[in-house]
């Protein structure tokens, strides 16, 4: 079990938004401004897409955005395209002995 | 430009042991974290430990201590990740990614090794 609470799967069609949650604890996602998410496409390298809750690297699409309420961060597709079909996972900061966390990962297909 | 570039594929016995390497370059090797990432086969990331090459300063996922040992040798820029007696279950991909600090993000990554451990 991953420390992280991601859903397994999500899916929405072509030009549809959609949200992927990150249940954490107090002692990461909800105690820090260290959240960061990662898209993998099958077979290939994690590519970092947000960080910082809600930050984009240079190059990444703006029909990305990145929230946080409490424990729980957030990140919104809008725009929907058939090659944001891919594994999203969220990574935060925490202050225990483990000081980076991984969620257990969320399938993103787009119908 | 950044680029951490990994060793290549491993096939391996179980109880054989194992160094597998992370070339970085395009940056400042000394202020950086290089971490190492297991992904098996068909599962999602898992954080192992990660290492400060300017002092050594090392720090391990729980899950991962005593299992394997990470170190860097910054006279070559280079960051490692060894068992010393592999199991089946160690069959993986193993990334290497660099994090600015340990409250940061993983913002380069390695191409990944995959290591196989059959007998």
């Known amino acids: 079990q991953s420390a992280l609470t991601q859903p397994a799967s999500v899916s929405g069609s072509p030009g549809q938004s959609i949200t992927i949650s990150c249940t954490g604890t107090?002692?990461?996602?909800?105690?820090?401004?260290?959240v960061s998410w990662y898209q993998q496409h099958p077979g290939k390298v994690p590519k970092l897409i947000i960080y910082?809750?809600?930050h984009r690297p240079s190059g990444v699409s703006n029909r990305f955005s990145g929230s946080k309420s409490g424990n729980t961060a957030s990140l919104t597709i809008s725009g929907l395209q058939a090659e944001d079909e891919a594994d999203y996972y969220c990574?935060?900061?925490?202050?225990?002995?483990?000081?980076?966390?991984f969620g257990g990962g969320t399938k993103l297909t787009v119908l | 430009e950044v680029q951490l570039v990994q060793s290549g594929a491993e096939v391996k016995k179980p109880g054989e042991s194992l160094k597998i390497s992370c070339k970085a370059s395009?940056?400042?090797?000394?202020?950086?974290?290089i971490g190492w990432v297991r992904q098996m086969p068909g599962k999602g990331l898992e954080w192992m430990g990660i290492v400060y090459p300017d002092d050594s300063d090392t720090r391990y996922s729980p899950s991962f201590q005593g299992q394997v040992t990470i170190s860097a040798d910054k006279s070559i820029s280079t960051a490692y990740l060894q068992w010393s007696s592999l199991k089946v279950s160690d069959t993986a991909v193993y990334y290497c990614?660099?994090?600015?600090?340990?409250?940061?993000?993983?913002?380069?990554w390695g191409q990944g090794t995959l290591v196989t451990v059959s007998s």
């Open positions: 107090s002692s990461d996602v909800g105690g820090y401004n260290y």
């Open positions: 990574s935060s900061y925490s202050s225990t002995s483990t000081p980076v966390l």
């Open positions: 990614v660099r994090r600015g600090s340990l409250r940061g993000r993983f913002d380069y």
């Open positions: 910082d809750v809600s």
């Open positions: 395009g940056y400042t090797f000394i202020t950086y974290w």
